[in-house]
């Protein structure tokens, strides 16, 4: 047992300040993460993005092995028994260690007297494991989503709703983008195999590779000198979509973290780039990601909603509108959205698209390109919401990007491919 700090007892904090505090994941986790050690770090998100992944699984067991769960003070405890049996079925940590931690986590949550009723179900979990992983295949829990987004997600894809929830459940993979301004993503790729990486590239994507077990970034040939960044395959379909030239004036409009800015200015270093976000603090990682790729751009804070506040009456060639969504594509890498989502929020994000696009579409020039972008597979912030802003905008001429059926690009997540995510290209008459 490490004397300085129980990673049982941090995890079960970390899920109570998502699950009872709606914080999310990576708000709570940087801060958990101070003075432990880089090993112990990736246990310790391998231990609550896990638990959070599961989640209606863990709560049946202990319905099941408990007469009364445990509420009010005692609720950490409970969230340490997730952990605990998170790590019996999902890890390879021996089970005796697994439970001997999780017991020594109750005295780090100052509760030692509750050591005897940790101990006692987890005991019992093992004795009944096999019958109980049997019968939780019986109940809805094994869909591990929310009954409200499970029946969103059954309605809008009634033929691919179950592989939607499967990849939803998996871990997601990790993707790069090759930087084109020092290799190409072929040249890379032996790059990464000198170094005994081994990744597979994407047809759709031109500078994608997976790699087919993640790693640290700083085991990744020149990651800071920028020749690579993390990115998920289907936000890097962005760019292509956008053809940003050089010397063009172009918006990445909610643009934190940074990630398509950055992508935009690999495409044309040329351009002028001004990236928008309403969230000062999240712009700190724009400024990051510019400065580690070398890149310039004007960086503001700012509402989409109310260009005239920052935009200076500046007319673009191009915007990439990144809009915020219900971040349904991205489940399997932020699976603490699933608990922090309502049904209501849908709704609000849905006019809080509609009004950001109806504010910035008169800040495109005629001729200009837009490309609306969301990490949702909800059809009300994607197909509806643009099939709505082109009946109200007649300047606005929809380009097909999808198929005979669809003009609109909607990726699904899956397994080996990217995330959910959905585009729409926009040209200004
Ligand atoms: C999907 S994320 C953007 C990801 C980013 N484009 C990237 O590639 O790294 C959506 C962003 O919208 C921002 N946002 C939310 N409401 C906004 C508003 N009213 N005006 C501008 N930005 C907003 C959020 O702060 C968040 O950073």
Redesign the pocket.
Known sequence: MNNKYNLRAIAAKAIGQVLDKGQSLSTVLPELQKNISDKDKSLLQELCFGTLRVLPELEWYLQQLMEKVLTGKQRPLHYLLMVGLYQLLYTRIPPHAAVAETVNGAITLKRPQMKGLINGVMRQFQRQQQELTAQVQTQSSRFLHPGWLLKRIQDAYPEQWQQIVDANNQKPPMWLRVNRQHHSRDEYLELLQLAGIEAVTHEGYPDALRLVTPCAVTALPGFDAGWITVQDAS?QGCTPLLEPQNGEIIL?????????TTHILEAAPEAQVTA????ES?LKRVAENLARLKQQATVLC????TPETWSNGQIYDRILL????SATGVIRRHPDIKWLRRNSDIDELVA?QKQ?IDAIWPQLKSGGTMVYAT?SILPEENTLQINDFIHRHSDAHLVNIGTDESPYRQNLPSQDGGDGFFYAKLIKA
């Open positions: 936000a990445d409009l909610c643009a934190a973290p940074g990630g398509k928008v976000d309403v969230d999240r700012g509402d989409g909603r990144d809009a915020p969504c809080l950001i990490c």
